[in-house]
């Protein structure tokens, strides 16, 4: 069920999309219509009341449309709020692969590099991690052994890396970038706040914990 809507919504007709209950579409229309008019009328906006039979109840199809049109669009304003910092560009770690990462983050209008591109592919971590942390570049990877290894925590220290790490296993490539996609709003807000180092865990859920 949708993010704010009741659960007394119903599906429109002869499609898959969810519509709120009658008593709240006409809320929601008036108060759309209110805002936009900076506090007028609807008849002031030359919008006329019509009423049903029973003359209580204002009912005009328009009005419904741009309730539901109104309730589509916060939603979608929702997702997309959070961004990530101007400039920002994720790093994908060989342990994760190139595709389908790489093409559904670009798909979201993310900058995106890749390991191979830049690395020999059997290069230390250590060193690898310690270039793309100067570069400002955010990591993503799988290898939970970044958070306990002496020598790759000092790289990511020094060098101010930012690395999410993925800890769940067994995941198909399309879940792995289903996964990353689920979790970018809550790591937008962490890229937003903190500048680095840190690592942090995406779950399978795409819950986002910053912390070893």
């Not at 936009?36 to 003359?55: D, E, I, V």
């Not at 270039?131 to 939970?144: I, Y």
């Not at 970038?177 to 942090?200: H, K, Q, Y």
């Amino acid at each position: 069920m949708p993010a704010g809507c009741p659960s007394n919504c119903t599906r429109l007709p002869g499609t898959q999309s969810l519509t709120p209950p009658r008593n709240q579409i006409h809320a929601w229309s008036s108060s759309a219509q209110w805002y936009r008019s900076g506090g007028q009328s609807l008849p002031a906006l030359g919008f006329p009341s019509q009423q049903s039979t029973s003359g209580t109840r204002p009912v005009t199809r328009s009005l419904t449309l741009l309730a539901i049109s109104d309730w589509r669009q916060v939603l979608s304003k929702k997702r997309s709020a959070a961004k990530p910092p101007d400039g920002t560009v994720f790093f994908i770690d060989r342990s994760l692969g190139v595709e389908p990462l790489r093409s559904v983050l670009v798909e979201q209008g993310l900058a995106v590099e890749i390991h191979d591109d830049h690395f020999k592919r059997d290069e230390e971590d250590r060193v690898w991690l310690a270039a793309v942390g100067h570069k400002k570049w955010v990591v993503l990877t799988k290898d939970q052994r970044l958070r306990y290894r002496p020598l790759e925590i000092a790289a990511l220290r020094r060098s101010g890396a930012r690395v999410f790490v993925l800890v769940a296993g067994n995941l198909r490539g399309s879940d792995i970038a289903s996964t990353f996609v689920e979790a970018l709003p809550a790591m937008f807000r962490i890229l937003n706040r903190d500048d680095g180092p840190f690592i942090a865990r995406v779950t399978k859920i795409g819950k986002v914990t910053v912390g070893p």
